[in-house]
């Protein structure tokens, strides 16, 4: 199936059923694209607020044609929606693509990293759900990604206490 028959297929309404079980017939590529696009949606939703500017960046990821963006946020909202942690979704997305695609992944990190930082607001909750799934991903992080990651939550830390 490709993205442009899922206008025939996502709902709207809030389901029990995750999305890995809906979408289990699809092509490998298709529930790839949703499982990136899941996994952003929940990263961004972390910190309690998710933006248009967010959802703007979450479209640019994703090549598609300007008749498409519809049914990507339908499958946005509903990964909004569902109630799986994003663990779940690492898990499920990593089991898919396996170790033989292990750039994919560090893409996949990277793509979170400059999300989280896309409405210049970068939360403790952000920092750790982009841990579990680096850890989830077998990626670990440079000693500079990690001095890098560590001053942005030190600085913020810093100017939350000045605006009290």
Known sequence: MSIHSFQNVVSLE????????????ESKQTICIIGVLTLATKLCKADGHFSEIEE???????????????ILVRIMEEANSDENPIDYDALRLKKLIGDEHKDFLE????????????????SEEEDRDIKKVAEIF???????????????????????????
Not at 14 to 25: G, P, V
Not at 56 to 70: C, F, G, M, V, Y
Request: net charge positive; hydrophobic share 35%; glycine share 2%.
């Open 107 to 122: 893409f996949i990190i990277a793509v979170l990293f400059q999300l989280a930082h896309e409405d210049h607001v970068y």
């Open 14 to 25: 809030k389901s029990r059923n995750c999305m890995w079980e809906k979408y289990r017939h």
């Open 138 to 164: 077998g990626i670990e992080e440079s000693f500079i990604q990690s001095i890098k990651r560590k001053t942005i939550i030190f600085l913020k830390k810093i100017k939350t206490k000045n605006e009290n």
């Open 56 to 70: 703007e960046a979450i479209l640019k990821i994703i090549p598609h044609d300007p008749s498409q963006k519809r």
